[in-house]
């Protein structure tokens, strides 16, 4: 089964894209927590794992990382979900 890796990075409002966010900005929220990226995913219908201890390749700092299992959508697809989710708890 493949599994796709959500770091915090990728909704990050404080980055650029060449440092690592994905989704638009108007999409992107501030310091994006690894359990909120969980429950977005859990929302739009995938299992989600938490992996606290990893460490997206271009930070310093530890952030976590999100595993989803079972997605059918392309990479870029669920990230897009997941972004617009997040918007949609921060509210």
């Known amino acids: ?14 980055l ?3 440092e690592g966010r994905r989704v638009a900005t108007d999409l992107a929220v501030d ?3 690894v359990d909120e990226i969980a429950t977005a995913v859990q929302q ?10 990893k460490t ?5 700092e ?6 989803v299992t ?6 870029n697809d669920l990230v897009q979900a997941v972004g617009a989710y997040l918007g949609v708890l921060r509210e």
């Not at 089964?1 to 404080?14: G, H, K, Q, R, S």
């Not at 739009?44 to 201890?53: L, M, P, Q, S, T």
């Not at 530890?62 to 595993?67: E, F, S, W």
């Open 1 to 14: 089964m493949v599994e796709n890796v959500l770091w915090p990075a990728y909704f990050d409002a404080d």
């Open 16 to 18: 650029t894209r060449s």
């Open 31 to 33: 310091e994006p927590a």
């Open 44 to 53: 739009i219908g995938y299992d989600a794992v938490i992996e606290r201890d």
């Open 56 to 60: 997206y390749p271009r930070a310093i």
């Open 62 to 67: 530890q952030r976590g990382r999100v595993l």
């Open 70 to 75: 079972g997605a059918e959508d392309t990479k």
